[in-house]
């Protein structure tokens, strides 16, 4: 899936070893979690389990670049507003921040931001601190980002007109 000038990147956010007891002995297996993007707004979560580690990481790699999608960011750098994802008890508020803020995201939001090509940004995990549920929260927020243009579409006005009643409130 990498087109000619597209250049990929990868990330792990979480590997766990889960053990099963035969009477043979202990049989280990691993899953995976990562989040791949092309740091210009799109992304992509994956799991992916096996036997080994390096399989397991490349079954989620190769889920995660079949899910990516693309998510408009502010000047390619941060969020058009604040967002609030969900998913299960997870849930992740995600704020835009001025120039020069950095990633401002613990555990495994991190990952995601630095691979989505955000810049500046503060997010808070509240709830759940499965990485599971934490990715898919965040992802699921970043889903339902509604850029200034939409809007105005919608609401069937100008571009101005949503601009200036913004300021104003």
Known sequence: MVNNNIEIVEKLV?????????????????????????????????????????????????????????????????????????????????RAAPAGTGVIAGGPTRPLFEVLGIKDIVAKSVGSNNPHNVVKAAIMGLRNINIPKMIADKRGKKLAEIASQRKTT
């Not at 994956?46 to 390096?54: N, P, T, W």
Request: net charge positive; with cysteine; proline share 1%.
């Open 14 to 94: 979480k590997v766990n070893r889960c053990t099963k007891v035969t009477k043979g002995g202990r049989k280990f297996s691993f899953s995976v979690i990562v989040v791949v993007g092309d740091k210009k707004g799109k992304v992509g979560y994956g799991l992916g389990k096996a036997d080994e580690v390096i399989d397991a990481k490349r079954k989620a790699s190769d889920e995660a670049r079949k899910n990516m999608f693309k998510i408009p960011l502010r000047e390619g750098r941060t969020l058009h507003h604040d967002i609030v994802g969900k998913f299960c008890s997870g849930k992740v508020v995600m």
